[in-house]
Nanobody, 118 residues
């Protein structure tokens, strides 16, 4: 069973940076890891994905140039580097994992809050 634990959220002023981390246990079962975010009253929004067997990375078009996803296999951890943060980036950020390359996400973390003030 995969368990995902996020960390690194917090409060930052606009223009600042944060790096979120997602530590995974049961890592061998996973092919894709990703990040989503959600604000109250809105649907969960996909942010980025990394395909572990191919080392492909994808970032939502509107976030390219500011956000980047990476991983450290030695630590079983993936990261979301967020730069030039804006107030509209304020959200709960969730780590997710999937056993196969497509389809629904199988595992979710509890989320970490990111708040960007103007």
């Amino acid at each position: 069973q995969v368990q995902l634990v996020e960390s690194g959220g917090g409060s930052v002023q606009a223009g600042g940076s944060l790096r979120l981390a997602c530590a995974a246990s049961g890592y061998k079962d996973i092919d894709v890891m990703g990040w989503f975010r959600q604000t109250p009253g809105k649907e969960r929004e996909w942010v980025a994905s990394i395909y572990l067997s191919r080392d492909w990375t994808y970032v939502a078009e509107l976030l390219k140039g500011r956000f980047a996803i990476s991983r450290d296999d030695a630590k079983n951890t993936q990261y979301l580097q967020m730069n030039s943060l804006k107030p509209e980036d304020t959200a709960m950020y969730y780590c997710a994992a999937r056993r196969v390359s497509t389809g629904p996400w199988d595992y979710w973390g509890q989320g970490t809050q990111v708040t960007v003030s103007s």
